[in-house]
């Protein structure tokens, strides 16, 4: 008998220690991972100034940044593919404040960053093998300045997302509203982004406290997993952009942007969230936009395809807006009464809206959600009374709203982009 | 499962087959040192019979039922007798007797004391001789307080608390100053988070007992502060012994539940491993291309990952045990060869209808007369976990005259797994509600294996030399663990919901592989030289040891991300993800795919070792003063293998290197013949050292909380210095009284600090100085001086902790700029994790085979996460524990024993709120943890 309980205990051991290897089928599956020819690679830091040229594709590897103090050039008509990669490993082009990038594009020529999957030769502006679909098979442009920014508790300089603190070099921020980080114009950035954790991803251009000194126009961006384009405080001007099948919102802007977003076109996709997403100071310091000059156009498959939200303090100017092609359901929002409240102070001004199919009933006002919204019934969640009353935000909106067919960018100048090759608009 | 049953019913069919002589056991405790005593002399009062004590101070003697006068004896040590020591048919009574040494007396000394048997009081005399400041817990203490584990039998000495329940915090100090050692030997924790081992899945079947070292002296690890827990496994017994327990416990708000959730299981979950089921289906270096590039293999690949990835709902099951011991001791010619064999079986259910956890509540930054706080993410929702935790532990002795070895191995092998759907509302960085399903297996083994010598050499025996091999393996795999995320829109006019993935708003469903090795090879050697010094006894004490530790840590992450897929017509059901229907298909471009995720950043491989040498003298200048001084030296040395994510490779580059000399001095003051009354001091040099983690480069995403850890390689170790202060008085019957003070300063300590210019990413930093000063109180005391309540018993032990941390320059900014109005910043403020105040209050009543007692554990609000600009501090709620335990030994020999406990009596919630000046609290965590009644029997043989 006790042999056979020392052989009980035996037995429970030994099955402790065997762990069966399960499945056999996991054998490797070949795959051909020959990235084909690479002229010249991109890696690492950016440390004295360097030009690429448009006679070779180059490739993006990894984080590269230009540091403070040099320059980097990209000739018109030269072709940039980034490797493929996520969150930390995503291939990103930083310059770092003090660093500047001179890329002139032309619109017969213009600087084109895409994935390394493209497969856009030399000489072309466009290829064949990927869609407005294709999102999220690189990182992005992040461009990063010493101008003024609204952050957390009134600090100068903040981290930008997507690049993690131990980076000093996505530091963004200052006091100087009128740095200088370059030039970009005539640039398609297309099939980009990453998303590491909310509130934490890698817009398809990211705009960090950029000056007024530097250039902003002719900018694509298109099937970027998150935002279009981002701007975190700054103030720098920025015109003629087109933003196409973003995954998440189109333009948008925080931390007290203070430049000017001039002719510009929004295109939503099949999975995009609102055309803009607006946000207001995280700190005291507050700053107003104008946005003047802007056509977006919308999509009935996507399930969240707004028009416009305002929320946390937003506060600037949207002035000849035209909007078509949007669900019904869509709508302008002030998300709750902080923002309400700047509206009724003046600090958010809408003019001249034309709206195809759609009228003032599309501009709502929401109370924000002060008791039972944490827990799981949404039906019992008890909201902020209104604070803009008789009229009502959809009633005083009849005032900048018409029904109509046209206004808003002059959509010729997009005639060099991937979007219009595409037949987007 | 069959097997087990099988082996149960096998257990329950030979207890009948064994039966006992009588008998008397025990061991003999040295007064003089704390020690056993060898060789010293057990004779029954004027008769012929008689026996001595072996190498380890045991001793056995068969002897008739009766009552017996019993002469305890040793050369130059006070004779003892004990009257009245009682055999009953078939039973072993055990004596455990402390001889004190008759230094300067020329006459015999006789000391007759009445029979007690409480291996409690062996552990009280322990404590008693012991030089060091130090609290022990028995395995009677234990079973009495009805903890099945160590985690939640060790926080019944004063000042011990335990976090998360599993965790040790002595004194208020965090696991980081807190060292768990097995046998008196390191071994890894097994938490790639923590610096120090988990304690719950120790069970307390394999306990001999614990000892809690607070102050050091020169033979302990000098990498502590707070507290050394040597986690004793059992000896071998002096007799052949065997013994069985079955139990099980019920909670009405987690069992026989419908609606638990579970993830599929694989045909080992019940053994505490998976099978393969949630392997990795690629191998180690499978590319994978994305579909852009390679469309055919994408497929393939995604084919291969299992398909679960929602929450399932089956019935949960009630929470059942057993486990079983034997062992026994022969003798071969002059030598006796022992063995000992434990195996123990837990499954736990545990449901929770209302998990609310990972709530983000801010401070308002653009109005500071604005006291509320904003709620940014709301979380609650439901989980099930089932956590199976098998133990065996086997060892043999060889003891001879002058020599000891033993061998022992110990194997733990835990499966968690759990499943939980949590809803998620975000307010101010985004604005959405979010659905996830969670599924989560955590495999944790550890093999420990200890050979160890104990040598006596000398005419007088004055030399003893011990030593310890002891490699240990530890591995925890987090496997497949699955997060599935929805977006979910309510239509404003139908109330109709919709459910999405969208990358930018929800994430898109993520599934990841981390393996965590250890090795750790430990060797220790340690010299004993009895001498004499201003002439008395003295003791000489020298050794050294090496450590090594090896770990590596690899994290495997996939995301599952989608083509031209309208996701909207999953309906929100997750398992439908990788329907073949909805894998990408290359022809028409559109499906769910697998993508790498991984990051080399994510994995590193370091190496620690640590050498060390000491020497101590143990000595006395006067009757009444015992002193042990000594000096540690240690060098320490930590190597990292990694990558940093700028692409810069450190291959196996030194990143740490100190040696250091750590002193110490304890001073015992008697302040009567007896030595039942104490003043203890003492001074310590510590020191407190990175861990692997956070000496590292790694940065660590963790989807659940959405935060990144960083590494900080440029980390250096902390020294802590260490004053102690403590009054005992040793009574009658087990009583006892203690009143302690401490201070201790630190020097640059580590904590981990969120970067106030990264959202969400946080890093350990060598802080500013911090100092913790506090002191503690217990009592053990017999109610018989209260007519008729002699069979009661009542402790009480209270701690009281003040800390005091600077902050870092990020910290201070951050909190300066979001005061409130008419809120000012103190200098400083409580240490994370420390509790300002610990309480267990118990009575214990034992009569006649009956035993029943009543428990209260509590601790004082506790800052649990540090806050960081506009979050405000979470702090940890008192949670207030009511247990209530009766059991009864049953049958002619009082060897079986049926057991009942309740558990949470007042149903308290655990609860974590964010506190802001002037606002109301705000939840962070809070779930409700049921109660718990528990039949166990066990019966012994």
Aim: aromatic residues 10%; hydrophobic residues 35%; glycine residues 10%.
């Amino acid at each position: 008998m006790k042999k056979f309980f020392l052989s009980q205990i035996a037995i429970i051991a030994l099955s402790l220690f065997i762990v069966s290897c399960g499945s056999d089928d996991n054998d490797p599956i070949p795959v051909d991972d020959d990235p084909g020819m690479i002229d010249a690679t991109l890696t690492g830091q950016i440390t004295n100034d360097m030009t690429l040229t448009s006679d070779e594709i180059w490739t993006l590897d990894g984080r590269v940044t230009v540091v403070d103090g040099a320059t980097l050039t990209i000739e018109a008509g030269t072709i940039v593919k980034a490797l493929p990669g996520q969150e930390a490993n995503a291939s990103v082009l930083i310059i770092a404040r003090g660093g500047k990038i001179q890329a002139n594009g032309t619109s017969s020529a213009p600087i084109i960053f895409t994935s390394s999957t493209d497969n856009i030769a030399l000489g072309q502006t466009v290829g064949t093998n990927l869609t407005e679909n294709d999102r999220g098979l690189w990182g992005g442009l992040i461009v990063l300045g010493r101008a003024k920014a609204s952050l957390s508790g009134d600090a100068t300089e903040n981290q930008i997302e997507g690049i993690p603190a131990s980076d000093t070099n996505g530091l963004y921020g200052g006091s100087n509203d009128a740095d200088n980080s370059g030039s970009l114009n005539y640039v398609s950035i297309r099939h980009g982004g990453t998303l590491i954790g909310e509130g934490n991803e890698i817009n398809g251009l990211t705009l960090g406290g950029v000056g007024a000194g530097t250039v902003i126009s002719n900018i694509e961006v298109v099937g970027n997993v998150d935002d279009g384009i981002e701007w975190f405080g700054g103030s720098v001007n920025s015109s003629n952009l087109l933003v196409w099948a973003q995954g998440d919102d189109g333009l948008d802007i925080d931390e007290a942007y203070s430049g000017t977003i001039s002719n510009s076109l929004v295109i939503a996709g099949d999975i995009s969230d609102h055309s803009l997403e607006i946000d207001g100071p995280a700190g005291s310091l507050e700053g107003m936009f104008t946005i003047d000059g802007l056509t977006l156009i919308g999509n009935s498959v996507t399930e969240n395809g707004e028009y416009a939200d305002l929320r946390d303090g937003a506060m600037g100017t949207l002035r000849n807006v035209y909007a078509t092609g949007f669900k019904s359901s869509a709508d302008v929002e002030l998300d709750n009464n902080e923002v309400s409240q700047n509206f009724l102070d003046g600090k958010i001004v809408f003019q001249n809206w034309v709206l195809n199919g759609d009228d003032n009933t599309a501009f709502v006002e929401k109370g924000g959600c002060i008791a039972n919204c944490d827990d799981m019934d949404s039906n019992n969640d008890v909201f902020e009374d209104l604070i803009i009353l008789s009229p009502t935000f959809s009633e005083r909106a009849a005032t900048w709203t018409t029904t109509g067919t046209t206004g808003g960018a002059n959509t010729n100048v997009f005639s060099w982009t991937f979007a219009s090759a595409k037949g987007a608009f | 499962m069959k097997n087990f049953i099988f082996l149960f019913i096998s257990f329950l069919f030979f207890q009948v087959t064994f039966s006992q002589t009588s008998g008397l056991a025990g061991i003999i405790n040295d007064g003089e040192f704390n020690d056993v005593l060898p060789f010293a002399n057990i004779i029954v009062k004027d008769t012929q019979t008689g026996t001595t004590t072996d190498f380890d101070g045991k001793y056995s003697l068969d002897l008739e039922p009766g009552s017996y006068t019993i002469v305890y004896s040793f050369v130059g040590y006070q004779t003892k007798e004990i009257t009245d020591v009682v055999i009953k048919n078939g039973e072993i009574t055990n004596t455990d007797v402390t001889l004190n040494a008759s230094a300067g007396q020329l006459d015999e000394v006789i000391i007759t004391t009445t029979a007690r048997q409480n291996t409690e009081a062996a552990v009280l005399s322990f404590q008693k001789n012991s030089v060091n400041l130090l609290d022990g817990l028995s395995i009677e203490t234990i079973k009495k307080s009805g903890a099945s584990d160590i985690a939640s039998a060790v926080k019944n000495v004063p000042g011990v608390s335990i976090q998360g329940g599993k965790f040790v915090y002595v004194r208020g100090l965090g696991d980081r100053y807190t060292k768990s050692i097995l046998n008196g030997v390191d071994v890894p924790g097994l938490d790639p988070d923590r610096n120090t081992l988990q304690l719950d899945i120790f069970p307390t079947q394999i306990l001999e007992n614990i000892i809690v070292i607070k102050a050091a002296t020169a033979d302990q690890p000098a990498d502590f502060t707070g507290g050394v827990i040597d986690i004793v496994t059992k000896d071998i017994p002096t007799r052949e012994e065997y013994s069985v327990s079955v139990g099980a416990t019920y909670n009405s708000d987690f069992h026989f539940k419908n609606n638990y959730l579970v993830s599929e299981k694989s045909s080992t979950d019940f053994l505490g491993f998976d099978d393969g089921l949630r392997d990795n289906p690629l191998v180690s270096h499978q590319v994978v291309p994305l579909p852009q590039q390679n469309g055919e293999a994408a497929s393939l690949i995604t084919q291969r990952f299992e398909k679960n990835l929602a929450a399932q709902r089956e019935s949960s099951f009630l929470n059942y045990n057993f486990s079983a011991t034997a062992g026994n001791q022969y003798e071969i010619g002059e030598k006796k060869l022992g063995y000992l064999a434990s195996v123990s079986y837990r499954n736990e259910t545990t449901y929770y209808d209302e998990y609310i956890d990972g709530q983000i509540f801010r401070k308002d930054e653009a109005d500071k007369s604005n006291f509320q706080l904003l709620a940014d993410r709301t979380q609650n929702g439901e989980a099930g976990i089932n956590n199976v935790l098998i133990s065996a532990l086997a060892g043999l002795t060889l003891k001879s005259e002058k020599s000891k070895y033993r061998f022992n191995v110990l194997h733990v092998q835990n499966g968690e797994s759990q499943a939980s759907i949590f809803r998620q509302s975000n307010f101010i960085i985004s604005s959405n509600n979010i659905i996830k399903d969670n599924l989560i297996y955590t495999q944790r083994s550890i093999t420990n294996a200890l050979l160890n010598g104990k040598h006596t050499f000398g005419t007088e025996s004055d030399w003893n030399v011990e030593w310890a091999l002891s490699p240990t393996l530890a591995r925890i795999e987090d496997k497949d663990f699955r997060v599935t995320p929805f977006r979910v829109s309510t239509d404003s006019e139908t109330g109709e919901e919709t459910y999405t993935i969208e990358p930018s708003e929800s994430g898109v469903p993520s599934r990841f592989f981390r393996d965590l090795e250890e090795i750790n090879l430990a060797g220790k050697l340690d010299i004993e030289k009895k001498h004499s010094l201003f002439s008395y006894d003295a003791k000489t004490k020298f050794g050294g040891g090496y450590t090594f530790k090896n770990r590596t840590f690899e994290v495997l992450k996939f995301s599952i991300p989608f083509l031209n897929f309208p996701s909207a017509t999953l309906n929100g059901d997750p398992d439908q993800i990788l329907d073949d229907e909805n894998i990408y298909n290359p022809d028409t471009n559109s499906g769910f795919f697998i993508r790498q995720d991984s990051n080399d950043s994510d994995s590193y491989d370091s190496d620690i070792s640590i050498a060390s040498a000491y020497i101590s003298e143990e000595f006395k200048i006067t009757d009444w003063l015992n002193s042990i001084v000594g000096l540690r030296f240690e060098q320490f040395n930590l190597n990292y293998t990694g990558e940093r994510q700028d692409g810069t490779a450190f291959n196996d580059t030194e990143i740490i290197n100190t040696s250091d000399l750590f002193p110490s001095v304890n001073l015992i003051f008697d302040l009567n013949e007896d030595g039942d009354k104490k003043i203890r001091t003492s001074f310590a040099r510590t020191t407190a050292r990175p861990s692997f983690k956070e000496a590292s480069l790694a940065e660590i995403f963790d989807p659940i909380s959405s935060t990144t850890f960083i590494g900080n390689i440029d980390l250096q170790p902390t020294y802590i210095n260490n004053f102690d202060l403590r009054f005992e008085k040793y009574g009658e019957s087990g009583d006892f009284f203690a009143l302690s003070g401490f201070y201790k300063s630190f020097k640059d300590p580590i904590e981990l600090s969120f970067i106030r210019r990264a959202y969400g990413q946080y890093t350990p930093l060598n802080l500013g100085d911090a100092s913790v000063f506090g002191g503690e109180i217990e009592v053990r005391k017999n109610l018989g001086f209260i007519g008729g309540l002699e069979n009661l018993n009542f402790n009480v032990n209270l701690s009281i902790i003040e800390s005091r941390q600077e902050y870092s320059e990020d910290e201070k900014e951050g909190r300066l700029d979001n005061l409130r109005e008419g809120e000012s910043l103190d200098d400083t403020r409580q240490l994370q994790g420390q509790s300002p105040y610990l309480i267990n209050v118990g009575f214990n009543y034992e009569d006649n085979g009956w035993n029943g007692g009543i428990f209260y554990n509590s601790q004082g609000k506790t800052l649990q996460i540090v806050g960081a600009g506009d979050v405000a501090d979470v702090f940890t709620l008192p949670f207030h524990n009511v247990k209530l335990n009766i059991s009864k030994s049953l049958g002619e020999k009082k060897n079986s024993t049926i057991s009942l406990k309740f558990d949470n009596l007042l149903d308290d919630d655990i609860e974590s709120v964010y506190q802001s000046f002037g606002g109301q609290d705000q939840i962070y965590s809070k779930w409700n943890k049921g109660q718990d009644i528990s039949l166990g029997y066990s019966i012994r043989f």
